[in-house]
């Protein structure tokens, strides 16, 4: 699934299908930025084939980053960047027993040489992939490098605007 008619340049994947409620973040923050992207179930457990298929064939197909979610066991995220030479970043979704800290530590600790940016667990660990696969599309694309700048201006105006932490003040 795309969000928008540009060619992909960020993949967003994740385990399962109940993990969108954590990377849908990661879209909304790709789509506000003006990066396109596709979206997909890729389990690292169920479809082995697939994650490797996906994983091969991203770059030739134009992708520039892959944001990798994935809960539990959490294999997702490196799994794929053990096959493309894509930048991976990987959320950790929050679980049921563990609340995340099994999916985080899973994909934080990689062995040395199969890279994987790990972020925060859950929400604001999806909202972050996507923000920071689109500064890393703004290497090299002026009009998205100029999206995060404005983005950040205006988080920034937003504090300034309201010094009053107190409600209604």
């Known amino acids: 699934m795309q969000s928008s008619n540009e060619q992909p340049r960020v993949g967003v994947i994740m385990g399962s299908k109940s993990d969108w409620p954590v990377m ?3 879209v909304a923050m790709l789509e506000r930025l003006g990066v396109a992207c596709e979206t997909r179930v ?3 457990h169920r479809t082995p ?3 490797f298929d996906y994983a091969k064939s991203a770059a030739e197909r134009g992708l520039q980053v ?3 979610g994935a809960g539990g066991a959490a294999h997702l995220p490196g799994m794929v960047a053990s096959q493309t030479p894509l930048p991976v970043l990987g959320v950790p979704v929050e679980s049921k ?3 995340g800290l099994d999916s985080l530590l899973s994909i934080a600790q990689m062995p040395g040489g199969i890279a994987v940016g790990t972020l925060a667990i859950g929400k604001a660990g999806a909202t972050n992939a996507g923000l920071l696969a689109a500064q890393i ?3 090299q694309d002026a009009k998205v490098r100029a999206a995060v700048e404005a983005f950040r201006a205006e988080q920034t105006q937003t ?3 309201n010094p009053d932490p107190r409600p209604n003040s």
Request: hydrophobic fraction near 60%; avoid cysteine.
């Open 97 to 99: 027993s563990l609340k």
């Open 24 to 26: 849908e973040h990661a």
């Open 159 to 161: 504090v300034l605007d």
């Open 137 to 139: 599309v703004g290497l």
């Open 66 to 68: 892959i944001v990798a």
């Open 49 to 51: 084939d697939l994650l």
């Open 42 to 44: 890729v389990s690292a």
